[in-house]
């Protein structure tokens, strides 16, 4: 499942809420590997107060959705869920959450850390800060 919204989540409600409507899962994973990004108060030397992302609708949902399509067809996971944020936040907000499930831990830890990976080097999100140094936009790590 890929959702790519402009209000706050709970991770880990999320991840409750997502495993609840798979019934089906019961006794099937052994591990469930969890990335959740959030925003920091400092980047490159500079305190944040705030951050803007802005995104292309329809655009990054496909993105994100192909990610999704291509760690399921490399590592035995069941249905990963990615949720991003857009729109304004603040420091200590999560901005993205990557659950994956599993029957084995290693096929967990690689598919979260694959789609985390794409997701910040390749997904069509763009970034502004407001620091003390003043607005800037920054570039994809």
Known sequence: MVRVQPHPFDPWVE?????????????????????????????QGHQVAEMTLEHYAGMTERHLEKVRCEAMSRWTILDPLIIHRYGRLTPTEPIVLVAVW????????LACRYIIDE?????????????????????PE
């Open 102 to 109: 599993s029957a084995h831990r290693d096929a967990a830890f």
């Open 119 to 139: 997701l910040k080097t390749r997904a069509p999100f763009w970034k502004r800060e407001e620091t003390d140094a003043g607005r800037r936009w920054v570039a």
């Open 15 to 43: 991840i409750s809420v997502h495993e609840r409507h798979h019934p089906e899962w019961s006794g099937k994973f052994g591990a469930t590997a969890v990335f959740v990004g959030s925003l920091r108060d400092f980047n």
